[in-house]
């Protein structure tokens, strides 16, 4: 099992920053990815960015590159979410999410849901004009 711990988001004038935080604990390896997606109210869950446990490889939705940042400093340290130049249509409830065991690897993809078994609670992010 895995534990995921998010923290971080709030409310923030269009074009400001905000940085998301996810913690993850239990059973995890060097393949393992943790991705972060959004859900707006009445829209599908879409992918965000995904990075791998060491932190060497990174993916992001077209609609997010230049703009957001997934990192991490080490493979215990959490992971983070920079968000900058925010837009209204960046607000959202953003989940931070862990590849399970049965994961086939990175190149198997990182950006449909299904591929992730374990799920942080969401953390809103709103972005006023």
């Known amino acids: 099992q895995v534990q995921v711990e998010q923290s971080g988001g709030g409310m923030v004038q269009s074009g400001g920053s905000l940085r998301l935080s996810c913690e993850a604990t239990?059973?995890?390896?060097?393949?393992?990815?943790v991705g972060w997606f959004r859900q707006a109210p009445g829209k599908e869950r879409e992918f965000v960015a995904a990075i791998i446990w060491s932190g060497t490889l990174t993916n992001y939705a077209d609609s997010v590159k230049g703009r957001f940042t997934v990192s991490r400093a080490t493979s215990n340290s959490p992971v983070y979410l920079h968000m900058t130049g925010l837009k209204s249509e960046d607000a959202a409830l953003y989940y931070c999410?862990?590849?399970?065991?049965?994961?086939?690897?990175?190149?198997?993809?990182?950006?449909?849901?299904?591929?992730?078994?374990?799920w942080g609670r969401g953390t809103q992010v709103t972005v006023s004009s």
């Open positions: 999410a862990v590849t399970g065991p049965k994961y086939g690897g990175w190149r198997s993809g990182t950006e449909r849901t299904d591929v992730y078994d374990y």
């Open positions: 239990g059973r995890t390896g060097s393949s393992s990815v």
